[in-house]
């Protein structure tokens, strides 16, 4: 999943540039995967440490919840793409096809796609944990959560407008 672009070079039998590419795809995604995490335990852990004053390891302990709660919803999206043999870039699991029908704008709908299942999920976990060693202002508390998800979905659906594809073809010059 996710290589289909690469199905011209097996048709064109060059065996060896499909294999590599295949290689290239698979190095790709793990480097991925190391970012996503990165970014989820130390990104936000960060963001979170200084927005509520509590200390940056703590935070990072309740962001393996967040992270396994996302990687649940991954699977879930892995397992129906994987049975029904597409996929596609909005997730059923998220406001995105639902704000297909509203508007036809790019970054509407990658913004809303951000919000899904499992940012509700980050949402309750994060404040059921924090909320317990906030002495006040917990709703101040959850809207700096909140404020915080809606930040990164806005930079993600930011970034998933760029046309990335052409600013590396001009770089490396394909």
Not at 158 to 167: A, F, H, K, M, T
Request: hydrophobic fraction near 55%; include cysteine.
């Amino acid at each position: 999943m996710g290589t289909e672009n690469l199905s011209y070079l097996m048709a064109a039998n060059v065996e060896e540039e499909y294999i590599a590419s295949r290689y290239l795809s698979l190095f790709g995604a793990a480097v991925k995967g190391l970012l996503f995490f990165a970014f989820h335990y130390y990104i936000i852990s960060l963001c979170l440490s200084i927005l509520t004053d509590h200390s940056f390891k703590a935070i990072s302990k309740i962001q393996l919840f967040v992270i396994a709660s996302i990687l649940i919803e991954k699977l879930i999206l892995f397992l129906v793409f994987a049975m029904s043999g597409f996929t596609t870039a909005i997730s059923f699991l998220s406001l995105g096809p639902v704000s297909t029908y509203i508007t036809d704008d790019s970054f509407v709908i990658f913004f809303f796609n951000q919000l899904t299942i499992a940012t509700a999920a980050t949402i309750f976990i994060q404040y059921k944990v924090l909320s317990k060693w906030e002495v006040e202002g917990k709703r101040m508390l959850l809207a700096k959560i909140i404020a915080v998800q809606i930040f990164f979905a806005l930079v993600t659906a930011g970034i998933s407008i760029l046309p990335l594809y052409d600013y590396i073809s001009k770089v490396v010059g394909l």
